[in-house]
């Protein structure tokens, strides 16, 4: 079964410094979304990207964020400047269309600890 | 808005008792329930999902799940655990606005089997 697959498992940065975490999609699909998981706290939605743009934002998407599609199978998150508060694990999701029941599939994650 | 409560930080039940993992929600609209489970180091995998067909839903693993809005309930029951089953679960509700769909977790119940 086809798989989001999410690239590094683990990255150490220091504050101040950009990363750029990697996801690839499941080849089909339209919408791609990433979510945050602060170690002890819920999944929160970060931003959705349909059609080359995002479709949706949430609060937590500040200027210091970024995504982007940078060829057909890749979709990246860039933080622009590093927080010790960025500190968590990002999961990238994709889905096939929007208007149909199809769930989300969500790659295994990215811990980022940033130092 | 909507929102999920996970009545539950932590269950545990011995290996082959039944399993409830409950779950309260609240919607503006007829919503989409979802549970997700989380094994350790791994991402977050669909179980089952309601989407307005039978309010009894029925998942992988022989997870299933029932929708009762007079409770606004969607808890998660399993006739017999198995050690497998160890893993953080996660109710989420959706709300899709053009296509895009957005999910709110819940803060998620830790599931242990004792031997």
């Known amino acids: 079964e086809p798989e989001v697959t999410q690239t590094p498992s683990h990255q150490v940065t220091q504050m101040g410094q950009e990363v750029i975490l990697r996801c690839v999609p499941i080849?089909?699909?339209?919408?791609f979304y990433w979510y945050r998981q602060i170690l002890g706290q819920k999944v929160e939605f970060l931003v959705s990207f349909y059609n080359n743009e995002i479709s949706e934002k949430s609060e937590i998407f500040d200027d210091q964020f970024s995504v982007e599609r940078p060829d057909g199978s890749n979709f990246t998150l860039k933080i622009r400047s590093t927080k010790l508060e960025d500190s968590a694990m990002y999961f990238c999701?994709?889905?096939?269309?929007?208007?149909?029941?199809?769930?989300?599939?969500f790659g295994n994650g990215t811990r980022l600890t940033v130092t | 808005a909507q929102s999920v409560t996970q009545l539950d930080s932590h269950v545990s039940v011995s290996e082959g008792t039944p399993v409830l993992l409950r779950c309260n929600y609240s919607s503006s609209y007829s919503p989409s329930l979802f549970w997700y489970v989380q094994h350790p180091n791994k991402g977050l995998q669909l179980l089952l999902k309601?989407?307005?067909?039978?309010?009894l839903v029925k998942g992988i693993n022989g997870f299933e799940a029932e929708f009762k809005k007079s409770e606004t309930s969607f808890h998660l029951t399993k006739p017999s655990a198995h050690m497998s089953d160890a893993a953080e679960y996660f109710c989420v509700v959706s709300h899709s606005n053009f296509g895009n769909e957005k999910l709110t977790f819940g803060t998620g119940t830790r599931l242990t089997i004792i031997p």
């Open positions: 999701a994709s889905k096939r269309q929007g208007t149909d029941n199809s769930p989300l599939h």
């Open positions: 309601y989407t307005s067909a039978a309010t």
């Open positions: 080849s089909n699909h339209l919408y």
